[in-house]
């Protein structure tokens, strides 16, 4: 153990940019775990998606551009565009207030932030597709076109 220490910060040294990324990633997988662990959006895969729609009719609010979300989207979806959510603007949404809301985005990457803004805003149960619209078709599950 007495040569631990000497022997690290030697490699250290000699590798400080691999040092510093590796800290960079331990850090951001903290970050990220943190921020999952204490957030009030739950991500949700497709199994539990169809579980919500069923046993808690739970609306899906299709994030999506109006050209997206009519070249197909999950059945039952809500159109509604992200800039309507960030200026609280999305008045189709008011009368679901009380039932499970899903957000969902092309990928999963940026739903988790609009679902955040829904819940500030009072809707109790919200929640993000992971993987958004793509992992559902990726999954072969349907979807409807308009």
């Given amino acids: 153990m007495e040569d631990f220490i000497p022997k690290a ?3 250290a040294g000699n590798h400080t940019i691999m040092v510093v990324a590796w800290v960079v990633v ?3 997988v903290i970050v990220t775990f943190v921020k999952s662990a204490t957030s009030s959006v ?3 895969d497709n199994a539990q998606l169809t579980q919500l729609i069923n046993k808690e009719n739970a609306v899906v ?3 999506r551009t109006l050209d997206e979300f ?3 989207h999950i059945i039952g979806s809500v159109q509604v565009l992200p800039s309507e959510i960030k200026n609280h603007n999305a ?3 008011e009368k679901h207030k009380n039932v499970p809301l899903i957000v969902v985005d092309a990928s999963g990457l940026g739903s988790e932030a609009l679902a955040n803004q829904l ?3 009072g809707f109790a149960q919200v929640y993000s597709l992971k993987e958004g619209i793509g992992g559902w078709r990726a999954a072969n599950l349907p979807v409807v076109k308009r």
Avoid: P, T, Y
Wanted: hydrophobic fraction near 50%.
């Fill in 91 to 93: 008045s189709v949404l």
């Fill in 119 to 121: 819940h500030k805003q």
């Fill in 61 to 63: 609010v299709d994030v």
């Fill in 42 to 44: 739950k991500v949700i």
């Fill in 70 to 72: 009519q070249r197909g």
């Fill in 9 to 11: 910060i030697e490699f």
């Fill in 26 to 28: 331990f850090i951001g």
